[in-house]
């Protein structure tokens, strides 16, 4: 079964700055892997995914994210942060190939000082 | 239309009520998921439609009853709910049942059971 792992409960940047959000996965083969945000009281929006190809993904919202297979990690950046962007960021992993319950991570909480 | 849409956006009953949280997407998506979210955690699945047949059912208590009228719509019938029930539903769907698209979410229904 697939697990992933967000190590930061919270993370502070100030506007202006850049972002990286961490997500480490557990998963034999290549895996699905998806990166989601949640402003309060509102649902997740798929902000990008990756499934194969080009390692380095382009979201929505300005966002990117970098599969790296040899550390297990699929971390979201953004180079300037607004702070329209703080929200409640989840990676999820799938295992594909017809599993199709992707497993959440916890979250990661980012606070944007002005 | 790319949205899923939930009503209502807030929800309020008491023990003994019965009330129904209802789910709308029209973007031809083949599936469609009932998630539960307490505050700061992760969403949990609960149900999950593929076709308009349930094809997983996560342990939820029989308190909790899906319904998939059409290919568009999805319920969830709620009776006789406990105070820990109270959360955000939220609804998803997805271009086929392997989910490896990403989910589309919708804003979810905040409820209280009191």
């Known amino acids: 079964a697939q697990s992933v792992t967000q190590p930061d409960i919270h993370i502070t940047v100030s506007e202006g700055a850049s972002l990286e959000l961490r997500c480490n996965y557990s998963?034999?083969?290549?895996?699905?892997l998806f990166w989601y945000v949640q402003s309060p009281g509102q649902g997740l929006q798929l902000l990008l995914k990756?499934?194969?190809?080009?390692?380095l993904v382009q979201g929505i919202k300005g966002f990117e994210a970098e599969f790296k297979r040899s550390q297990s990690s699929f971390n979201l950046r953004k180079p300037s942060v607004h702070w329209s962007d703080a929200a409640e960021y989840f990676c999820?992993?799938?295992?594909?190939?017809?599993?199709?319950?992707?497993?959440f991570g916890r979250g990661t909480s980012l606070i944007v000082h002005p | 239309d790319t949205e899923v849409t939930q009503t209502p956006k807030h929800l309020v009953m008491g023990m003994t009520n019965k009330k129904s949280l209802k789910c709308e997407q029209h973007m031809g998506h083949r599936a469609m998921y009932w998630y539960k979210q307490k505050a700061k955690k992760p969403p949990e699945l609960m149900f999950v439609?593929?076709?308009?047949?349930?094809?997983i059912n996560e342990s939820v208590p029989s308190r909790f009853s899906p319904e998939c009228p059409n290919s568009s719509l999805l319920n969830l019938h709620l009776h006789a709910l406990q105070p820990e029930d109270s959360a955000l539903y939220l609804c998803?769907?997805?271009?086929?049942?392997?989910?490896?698209?990403?989910?589309?979410f919708g804003s979810g229904t905040r409820l209280t059971v009191v």
């Open positions: 998963y034999g083969a290549t895996p699905y």
């Open positions: 999820a992993v799938g295992a594909g190939g017809g599993s199709y319950i992707p497993t």
């Open positions: 990756y499934f194969s190809g080009d390692t």
């Open positions: 998803a769907s997805s271009q086929d049942s392997a989910g490896n698209y990403g989910y589309t």
């Open positions: 439609y593929s076709y308009e047949k349930l094809s």
